[in-house]
């Protein structure tokens, strides 16, 4: 989400516009969800922090709609674009969610599984995003494309197949624009407050009890992996790397996998060593 964000506001600027892009970090750990914002003006931007109401929202993982912790539509009102990476069709997703605005969808990971070999939807995100919402033209697109992937250390035949894909999205999106401009207040009228709040709410407290086993992180998941126990020798390897603790082993040391808190990293696909463990995708993921 970072990169697609960096990707989407490069184009912009180098179309002329004023851009403004910051991610924002809760958990930093592979699978954890990032947010990233991204201002685009025709004149200087004063205005700084998260946005408050955004007119057009990128969802890479539309699981997240069933959260409510996640308050993925915070702010998100009846005139804006939702641009969606998902399997299942854009009009289910907005009547199983009651989704606000105009939904668009794509199936942006298959496309990259298909192209990159990875369900890392970031180039054709962007693009996707780009083109719909009207931000730049293609030659543009693929300038930031190929700064923001090169600056991150992708080069080479990589770099190409993320320009393949995202010209795939880029082609595939309907362009439908911003939404009409509603009428805000002159960010430089309105006073920058920063909260001030007490010690046990702006921050966890390490004398709290543990939740961890509450919170499901199953939906962060485009692959899952399954055990073949023929072929598993019982190392315990798999046990040993889980980077959460998701791979449980019984008495006998045979292994299992804690489905409701296996965030898909698949690090135990990729160590095993006797390929006992594969990805799975899930469905709709």
């Known amino acids: 989400m970072k990169l697609a964000s960096r990707v989407i506001s490069r184009s912009a600027f180098l179309s002329g516009a004023w851009v403004q892009d910051s991610p924002l970090y809760g958990a930093e750990r592979r699978g954890a969800p990032v947010v990233a914002s991204v201002r685009i003006a025709e004149e200087p931007i004063v205005e700084r922090g998260t946005i408050g109401e955004p007119d057009a929202l990128l969802v890479l993982d539309a699981s997240l709609f069933g959260q409510a912790e996640a308050a993925v539509l915070e702010g998100v ?127 966890p407290s390490i004398l709290a009890p543990g939740n961890t086993e509450r919170r499901s992180t199953a939906g962060w998941r485009v692959f899952r992996p399954e055990i073949d126990l023929a072929r598993c020798t019982r190392c315990a390897l798999c046990f040993a790397l889980c980077p959460e603790g998701a791979i449980r082993l019984a008495a006998d040391a045979t292994p299992w996998i804690d489905s409701v808190h296996c965030k898909g990293c698949l690090v135990c696909v990729h160590e095993c060593p006797t390929g006992a463990i594969v990805a799975v995708r899930e469905a709709g993921a």
Do not use: K, Y
Request: net charge neutral.
């Open 77 to 203: 009102g009846p005139e804006a674009v939702l641009l969606l990476n998902a399997a299942e069709p854009a009009d289910s997703l907005q009547r199983r969610f009651a989704l606000p605005g105009r939904v668009l969808g794509a199936d942006l990971s298959s496309l990259a599984l298909e192209i990159l070999g990875s369900a890392t939807p970031s180039a054709p995100a962007a693009a996707f995003a780009v083109r719909a919402l009207a931000i730049a033209s293609w030659e543009a697109l693929e300038a930031a494309l190929r700064q923001e992937l090169t600056e991150v250390g992708i080069e080479g035949p990589r770099l190409e197949q993320n320009v393949v894909c995202a010209r795939r999205a880029f082609d595939q999106a309907p362009v439908v624009g911003f939404p009409p401009q509603r009428a805000r207040a002159s960010a430089a009228s309105r006073p920058m407050v920063v909260p001030r709040l007490p010690a046990r709410e702006a921050a």
